[in-house]
């Protein structure tokens, strides 16, 4: 409403303030606005729970019952007694070849996630296509049961892996949980079955490769061994026919068990590098098969520093065998002599520092594991090899330390050995090398030995303790879980709906939003609608002095109703929230047609004229004027004829 006067917008907000702060009455109030809302809309909410309850069950019949079938396998560790006590030769072969090692359950749950696996159970069931009731695997079919096309093996190896689902046991880590889902009983079953078949046959053919490898490198020492002894028993034993000389002297055998013990250490080194050198070889290859040009990055893995490390090791580890040569009766307790004690202790802490170096190097090169296309089993690998070959390269310098140390101290002890008279350090020689060779030959052959039985009872890791069992009925869907879901589902979304519809809608239809758009709130005016019934019997106009009048005039046909006190307190309102401006005119508007404009302008004018003010109503539209019915009047003249000229403002 605009005052002439200073053009000012002039109103008062009568809305009362709550100033007690009671948030429990503005909750509910928030409550109860919000359930009225809902409430006027539960046409709508019903309408959303209705469709999205029958778009589930439409789902939850309509899906294809999937079956599920369990199956459970325990990795069992090596109990077997590969390694013989105290064998270096076995326990290097553990290590390099994982002959006799506990199996790892990740490792060989990895092997039952690979993608082989899942490729041979595949070509298996494509071997097979029909199942026992005569009816194609479904995995093997384009669309089951709409399309009985076969897939490429491929995709339904890729299939398969989707749907197996293996899981350790967080509490038993040796049991394994195998489980498939499909649409047909006898498939799950079968599949989950293949798994267990097929896994033996990975496992085995890894474990026979690993035992191959093991056997053609002790083979080959063993024949070199072999061949090495027969030289030199040859040579003895010519040597002793020629010069007659069978024994040697006191001084001379505690030099020669000294540089024996040296000969013996040093022919282990050998034997640890040629295995590790092997092992590394074969990582390598395996590594540059799944990426080429990788293996190359470890070659300075290892550096200057725990070089340092493993040639002071070396150095400490040939003092004490040299002192232990010096007391012969302390091999079983090593600790009682003083110094060995304290090389023990300086021994331990270098390997502790060598551990913490190694550790670090395999954190450093795990930027180098990043493998083309994220296959996952790819990386994994790729992770395995490279723990292994930084392990091994560690490994690797230990022993060409171990190498330099001894070599250097049988220098100094054959010093003193050629200072011996010649024949005699000829016959010590040689008894030596007979010697070394003998224990070298029986070490490796009983090895090879043990190898080979080995591999005829340790095949695989894992062995099945219950094999698939399939459910009696579909797992999948959950028809009452999906109706329910379906049902809970239009409840929420039909309630965010309408307070989002609510929310984003423009159109002022009540008081309270009217508040929150925070413009000056001068009165109420009620629907006059059903006041009106109550009053009149009938629509039309009463005739009041002559004069057909609206019936919507209820400021003059009943004051005392509610919708004449609202049109007073308005006129209160106005009047004395500018009682220091006398203004004139005022303008009533809205944004569109049938907002009550006229009903409001035509009420409060009586409501004015009541209070003794003199009102003339100007009806400013010039397209629709409904002001004039209201008073039983004619349209004309009016405004449009003074607008035009054809009549004066009076």
Request: some cysteine.
């Amino acid at each position: 409403m605009k005052n002439e006067r200073n053009g000012s917008v002039t109103a008062a907000n009568l809305s009362l303030n709550n100033h007690s702060g009671n948030g429990k009455s503005e909750g509910k109030k928030d409550f109860m606005q919000s359930m009225g809302l809902i409430l006027r809309r539960k046409w709508e909410v019903a309408g959303i729970i209705l469709t999205t309850t029958l778009i589930a069950v439409l789902i939850a019949f309509l899906s294809t019952p999937l079956y599920l079938a369990q199956g459970t396998l325990v990795m069992e560790g090596s109990n077997n007694n590969y390694m013989s006590p105290g064998s270096d030769l076995g326990s290097l072969l553990a290590k390099n070849y994982g002959l006799g090692m506990s199996s790892n359950v990740d490792a060989e749950v990895q092997l039952i996630k690979s993608s082989r696996l899942s490729l041979k159970v595949a070509q298996k069931l494509a071997n097979e296509k029909i199942q026992r009731n005569g009816k194609l695997y479904p995995v093997l079919c384009v669309d089951y049961p709409n399309d009985s096309s076969f897939v490429p093996i491929d995709k339904a190896a890729f299939i398969i892996s989707q749907k197996l689902d293996i899981k350790k046991d967080q509490l038993k880590g040796d049991m394994v949980y195998i489980a498939y889902e499909g649409p047909s009983q006898l498939e799950a079953e079968r599949v989950v079955n293949l798994v267990f078949d097929v896994y033996a046959e990975l496992s085995g053919e890894q474990k026979r490769m690993m035992t191959r490898s093991a056997m053609e490198f002790l083979a080959n020492e063993q024949k070199r061994v072999q061949q090495k002894l027969l030289e030199d028993e040859d040579a003895l034993k010519k040597f002793m026919d020629q010069k007659g000389i069978v024994e040697v002297q006191g001084q001379t055998s505690e030099i020669i068990r000294s540089i024996s013990q040296l000969e013996d250490a040093r022919q282990g080194v050998n034997v640890k590098q040629v295995s590790t050198n092997s092992a590394i070889e074969k990582f390598q290859q395996q590594l540059n098969s799944l990426k080429p040009g990788l293996s190359e990055q470890y070659v300075a893995a290892v550096g200057p520093t725990i070089d340092r490390y493993q040639y002071r090791l070396a150095e400490l580890e040939t003092e004490k065998l040299l002192i232990l040569s010096r007391n012969p009766g302390y091999d079983k307790q090593p600790d009682a002599i003083p110094e060995v004690k304290q090389i023990n202790e300086q021994m331990e802490s270098l390997r502790n520092e060598i551990r913490k170096i190694t550790s670090q190097l395999s954190k450093n090169s795990e930027e180098l594991l990043s493998v083309p296309g994220g296959q996952a089993d790819a990386a994994k690998e790729v992770m395995d090899l490279n723990r292994r070959l930084i392990q091994l390269k560690v490994e690797q310098s230990q022993y060409q330390a171990q190498s330099k140390v001894i070599d250097k101290q049988l220098s100094h002890q054959r010093g003193f050995f050629q200072q011996l008279p010649e024949n005699m350090v000829e016959l010590a020689r040689l008894k030596r090398s007979v010697d070394q060779n003998e224990k070298l030959y029986k070490n490796i052959a009983e090895q090879y030995a043990e190898t080979a039985l080995w591999a005829e009872t340790r095949m695989v890791a894992g062995r099945p303790v219950d094999k698939a069992s399939v459910s009696d009925f579909p797992v999948k869907p959950n028809k009452k879980l999906l109706i329910f879901s379906g049902l809970v589902l239009g409840l929420v979304g039909s309630i965010g709906y309408i307070f989002l519809r609510q929310t984003l809608r423009i159109k002022i239809d009540g008081i309270e939003q009217m508040k929150n758009k925070q413009h000056p709130l001068l009165g109420v005016i009620p629907d006059l609608e059903q006041e009106r019934n109550q009053i009149f019997s009938a629509k039309g106009t009463e005739i009041i002095a002559d004069t057909a009048l609206s019936q919507s005039l209820l400021s003059l046909h009943d004051p005392l109703s509610h919708f004449a006190e609202s049109c007073r307190r308005l006129r209160n309102n106005i009047l004395y929230s500018h009682h220091e401006n006398d203004f004139k005119v005022m303008a009533v508007t809205s944004p569109d047609m049938g907002d009550g404009k006229s009903t409001v302008v035509a009420n409060l004018a009586v409501s004015l004229a009541e209070a003794g003010r003199q009102v003339v109503i100007i009806d400013a539209d010039l397209r629709r004027p409904n002001a004039h019915t209201f008073f039983g009047l004619n349209v004309s003249p009016g405004l449009n004829e003074v607008i035009s000229g054809k009549k004066k403002f009076e």
